[in-house]
């Protein structure tokens, strides 16, 4: 899979960035989409995407603000935030991204804990962050929600449903993937 530029995974979260933890999500993000990924922290951070009330940040405000960041040369970023996320409808997101766009965020913040609360393992936290940074991009290529609960486009509503889909694409997303993929280089 070719296409134009680089997929930049960009750190935005509040503490340092967890530069093994990053790199090795990385590597994975390179060899799933045979596109050159890279990590960067960023430079600043949206204004206005707490919600006092809630205590949480919104999503929507953060991907907006992640457009702004766009360097030249990147087809996609991808930010990643420890804080935890929310949209109006829902009490919590685990990311958002623009199907067919060029930005996606991811929060470690519901996926550092066990179903029941408690701090979750390093290599699980790094399983489940993997899948859904694939999963977010998977979005700004053009793909949408798969039926099929262990594909990493399956939709998760908790850490439960991360936890039971794989690091990878069904047949079907892949060759989805393949031909908007292809579409794109080939207009
Ligand atoms: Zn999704
Ligand atoms: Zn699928």
């Not at 953060?62 to 030249?72: E, H, V």
């Not at 935890?84 to 060029?102: H, K, N, R």
Request: charged share 25%; aromatic share 4%.
């Amino acid at each position: 899979m070719a296409g134009e530029g680089t997929i930049l995974l960009e750190w935005m979260g509040e503490a340092p960035m967890e530069g093994d933890l990053l790199e090795r999500v990385r590597q994975q993000v390179e060899t799933t989409f045979a596109i050159p990924t890279r990590v960067a922290a960023v430079n600043g951070s949206p204004a206005d995407s707490l919600d006092p009330r809630r205590g949480q940040h919104s999503s929507t405000r953060i991907l907006r603000w992640i457009l702004t960041t766009l360097p030249p040369g990147v087809a996609k970023v991808l930010g990643i935030t420890d804080v935890d996320l929310c949209i109006p409808v829902l009490t919590f997101v685990f990311g958002e991204a623009q199907v067919d766009g060029p930005a996606a965020v991811v929060s470690t913040a519901r996926l550092r804990l066990t179903y029941d609360g408690r701090p979750a393992s390093a290599r699980l936290v790094e399983a489940r962050l993997l899948k859904e940074c694939l999963h977010e991009l998977g979005h700004t290529f053009g793909l949408v929600h798969c039926p099929d609960v262990t594909c990493v486009m399956s939709r998760s509503n908790s850490v439960l449903d991360v936890d039971q889909k794989r690091a990878g694409f069904c047949r079907d997303c892949r060759q989805r993937l393949r031909a908007l993929t292809e579409e794109r280089d080939d207009p």
